[in-house]
């Protein structure tokens, strides 16, 4: 029951951070850094631009920003010392950077070359000791269109956050594609580097021509590379070869490195052998192609679905309407990305695993205790989590600072569901 209320209590959730990590937990003293998550955002000009970093640990820590200075903070290798630091929930601390340009986009953060510790950040008294190191995500980001042998095609799904370098790669059979570029400011673990100099102007179509012009520039011609709109093939004929175009992406904690490039290594498969059109595909709010609405709602799940606050019932988690618009976020080394959901997405979630036989078949739903929700085992498989890393952890942060950390076995094992509350 103490985990369930734990989650329950979590419903209206600042944060699920999920780390996949080798490593022991912290001892009850010293804080251990679990899990690195980067985000960029620019406020509307060139001088609005951020970078947040969010520090996450084992255990609950004590951030004091008055003594920042005992952190070395670098981002593509430059000494950073005006940046913010807070506390963020029990359990983690933030970090945002105002920048104008991060270059290769690398953040550093460890001890000062002037402290013995990191006293910025304590556990019971203990200052931290780690060392972290990530890339900035430029905000650009690739989805796959088709995949069929001798031939991929990409899209390029949303723009620039700020100004800043995607690092872009060629991969065959999963295995990476060696490129022409030698110059140690162009290249990043044999990824190559566009540029988003005109961050502001540049919109999908744009950057799908300078990848390609990339591409082009740094694979040998037995690859063909080409941009139509947003979209962008890479071909090898007469290969039966699965190709893909990949952006680069790592965190590092204590040395120890996760790269989170998604990678395609198998062509897909299809009736017809045609590529999917990824403008007609109806997508959930977790990427599932979701097929049409064609299961009947039974008389129990249509209550259920009265009990909603989508439906208007008042007893549904959380005051007011407003709450609809509370969001879980979801993020964290095991995710390839982080997931933002408002209540009202979880709810429809709710609502298409019950019409839709599709998503039915994920057994998304569940009920414990009285309390009606979304399975959260189920609920990180269907996120992307990859749930087989060894001593996966899940972090539950309450809006109120409230975190409770539990493993993915945990949840697994419990005694009785564990569940993403949504009504009783």
């Not at 370098?165 to 295995?175: D, K, R, S």
């Not at 414990?368 to 942060?397: H, M, N, P, R, W």
Request: proline share 1%.
């Amino acid at each position: 029951m103490k985990k369930l209320i734990a989650l329950i209590t979590a419903m209206v959730m600042a944060a699920v951070c999920l780390a996949g990590c080798g490593a022991e937990s912290g001892t009850e003293n010293t804080p251990e850094l679990q899990a690195v998550t980067v985000s960029s955002y620019c406020n509307g000009g060139e001088d609005d631009q951020f970078v947040e970093v969010r520090l996450t640990f084992a255990g609950e820590i004590t951030v004091n920003p008055d003594k920042k200075d005992s952190i070395r903070l670098t981002v593509g290798g430059n000494r950073v010392r005006d940046f913010e630091l807070e506390q963020d929930g029990s359990f983690a601390a933030l970090i945002k950077i105002p920048v104008d340009a991060v270059t290769s986009g690398i953040i550093y953060i460890g001890k000062s070359e002037t402290a013995d510790s990191i006293k910025a950040i304590t556990g019971a008294g203990t200052a931290a000791d780690f060392e972290a190191e990530a890339t900035t995500p430029s905000g650009v980001t690739l989805s796959t269109v088709s995949c069929q042998p001798g031939k991929t095609v990409k899209n390029v799904d949303s723009c620039w956050n700020i100004r800043s370098i995607a690092w872009v790669g060629l991969y065959e059979n999963g295995q990476q594609v060696t490129p022409y570029e030698t110059d140690t400011e162009e290249t990043l673990d044999g990824f190559v580097a566009v540029h988003g100099h005109e961050f502001l102007q540049e919109d999908e179509e744009k950057i799908a021509d300078k990848i390609v012009e990339v591409l082009e520039k740094n694979y040998s011609s037995e690859y063909k590379f080409s941009a139509d709109g947003t979209e962008i093939s890479s071909e090898k004929e007469g290969s039966e070869a699965v190709l893909d175009v990949s952006i680069y992406s790592y965190v590092s904690i204590d040395g120890n490195k996760t790269d989170n490039t998604e990678i395609i290594t198998e062509a897909q498969s299809s009736a017809e052998g045609e590529a999917v059109d990824h403008e007609d595909e109806e997508a959930s709010a977790t990427k599932i192609k979701i097929a049409d609405e064609d299961r009947e709602v039974t008389a129990e799940e249509q209550a259920i679905l009265n009990n909603l606050k989508t439906a208007g019932f008042t007893g549904a988690i959380g005051e007011d309407a407003t709450s609809l618009y509370e969001t879980l976020k979801v993020t964290g080394t095991a995710l390839s990305e982080a997931q933002v959901y408002s209540a009202a997405d979880l709810e429809e979630l709710v609502r298409l695993s019950f019409t839709s036989t599709n998503l039915n078949a994920y057994g998304l739903t569940a009920s414990q205790s009285g309390y009606f929700g979304i399975d959260l085992a189920a609920f990180l498989k269907l996120c992307g989590a990859d749930t087989a890393a060894e001593d996966l952890k899940v972090l539950c942060s309450s809006g109120d600072g409230e975190s409770k950390i539990i493993t993915f076995e945990e949840i697994n094992n419990a005694s009785g569901k564990c569940i993403i509350a949504l009504c009783k």
